[in-house]
């Protein structure tokens, strides 16, 4: 073998490895940004819920004035929210969704008390409410699509490979309860 083919030859291999290497940094950096992107979207989460949490005192308190044999429900919605800061995001979710019933039934109140329904610091409360259980909404969908997205990526040839060196952990989707998943029934 002459001396130019020896060094076609390293030549290569250097290439070969350089190229290596670039795949495995820009594989790595990739896996990153989308494990950094599930944390942003359950902050998203986070910061409705918390906003959530903040206005469901001012709730209790009006509705409170004008249903006070009402408290089991209202109970409930303390009990709710009490939970709602704490535990897995799977764990603040089921929390959410028991606190989502609860606020159901306080409005559902509202119905029994016609001049609760007329209140205006009530009406006000209940529209932030809802705009933000919009917001949550659209936020658990984004977090499912981003945990999706980091899932794919984590799990495909070759990456996966690069993930398992570099233990990057499978993400959960958020999930409903099976008793929500039925389709209601209506009855006029």
């Known amino acids: 073998m002459s001396k130019g083919d020896e060094q076609t030859e390293i030549l290569i291999g250097i290439v070969v490895l350089i190229l290596i290497v670039g795949y495995v940094i820009i594989s790595y950096n990739s896996l990153v940004k989308y ?42 919605v303390i009990k709710a929210r009490s939970q709602l800061l704490s535990g897995t995001p799977q764990e603040r979710i089921e929390a959410d ?14 119905e029994a008390y016609p001049d609760l329904k007329a209140n205006q610091n ?34 495909s040839f070759p990456t996966n490979m690069i993930a398992s060196m570099f233990n990057f952990e499978a993400q959960q989707q958020l999930s409903i309860p099976e008793a929500e998943r039925e389709v209601p029934t209506v009855k006029f």
């Open 97 to 110: 969704n028991m606190l989502e019933g609860a606020l159901k039934s306080i409005f559902a109140l509202a």
């Open 122 to 155: 009530f009406l006000q409360l209940q529209e932030e409410l809802t705009a933000t259980e919009n917001k949550i909404a659209y936020a658990r969908q984004l977090y499912n699509k981003t945990v999706a997205e980091y899932n794919i990526k984590r799990e």
């Open 35 to 76: 494990r950094n992107w599930v944390k942003e979207a359950w902050s998203q989460i986070d910061v409705q819920l918390k906003r959530r949490h903040d206005l469901i005192p001012n709730l209790v308190e009006t509705v409170k004035g004008y249903a006070k044999h009402e408290q089991e429900t209202l109970d409930r």
